[in-house]
């Protein structure tokens, strides 16, 4: 019933900045009960892995060590939206972005837990490419 759809992704040299972006649209009523907003991104060849993640009526905000001090999450709750800026990129950084909204556990110990996992539920965007050159 929500769709989310992910912008913003492109190419970016090392050390670079890019910004994406993700709306909700649908059942956008059922985003003021949602547990948390959130990105995950998929390199080539490997498993999706939790980037960041906060709830959006709360202080709780995540970053994975990986992007901690690189990578920042915004959000507005009028437009159901949120952000996530991307700096000092690093090749290893390249990869599909996707967006999440969830309800339920958003997070087990040190790693984010993706829509569908015990307990929870959520919707995933499409996702937007991210490409970062040496």
């Known amino acids: 019933q929500v769709q989310l759809e992910e912008s913003g992704g492109g190419s970016a040299q090392a050390g670079g900045s890019l910004k994406l972006s993700c709306v909700a649209s649908?059942?956008?009523?059922?985003?003021?009960?949602?547990?948390?907003w959130g990105w995950f991104r998929q390199a080539p060849g490997q498993e999706r892995e939790g980037v960041a993640s906060l709830a959006p009526r709360g202080s709780w905000i995540f970053y994975a060590d990986s992007v901690k001090d690189r990578f920042t999450m915004s959000h507005d709750n009028t437009k159901n939206t949120w952000y996530l800026q991307m700096n000092s990129l690093k090749p290893e950084d390249t990869g599909t972005y996707y967006c999440v909204v969830i309800w339920g556990p958003c997070a087990s110990g040190d790693h984010l837990l993706p829509p569908g996992a015990p307990g929870n539920r959520g919707f995933w965007g499409r996702g937007t490419q991210v490409t970062v050159s040496s």
């Open positions: 649908g059942a956008t009523s059922s985003m003021d009960y949602s547990s948390c």
